[in-house]
């Protein structure tokens, strides 16, 4: 591959600048695909990452039940109970 090089710079520097840069331009791309992404599906998005914060916040008492002895599906079981009925409870 062939180079031109400014004065006072080496092959190696303007490669290395010339890396850069493309790697600033990707990113940026990148940023701006997911923003638009965001921008698109934010109506969506919601429900899921609802779920998925209470995924993470549950995943510790899935834990600490199957500790107790029970596995993985009943203690799955018991959250998503124990879940609908606070939730039945809210609105009554």
């Known amino acids: ?13 303007a490669e290395a600048a010339s890396t850069f840069y493309r790697q600033i331009f990707f990113w940026l791309a ?9 921008y698109v599906f934010s109506g969506v998005l919601l429900p899921f990452v609802a779920g ?5 916040f ?7 039940l199957q500790r107790l002895g029970l596995s993985r599906f009943m203690a799955t079981v018991v959250i998503l109970i ?4 606070v ?5 009554v």
Do not use: K, N, Q, S
């Not at 998925?52 to 993470?56: C, I, P, W």
């Not at 124990?82 to 009925?85: E, K």
């Open 87 to 91: 939730l039945v409870l809210a609105f």
């Open 52 to 56: 998925m914060v209470l995924a993470y």
């Open 82 to 85: 124990t879940f609908l009925i």
């Open 30 to 38: 990148g940023a701006a695909i997911l923003a638009l992404f965001l």
């Open 58 to 64: 549950l995943d510790p008492v899935a834990d600490r």
């Open 1 to 13: 591959m062939v180079v031109d090089v400014p004065a006072g710079e080496t092959a190696a520097e």
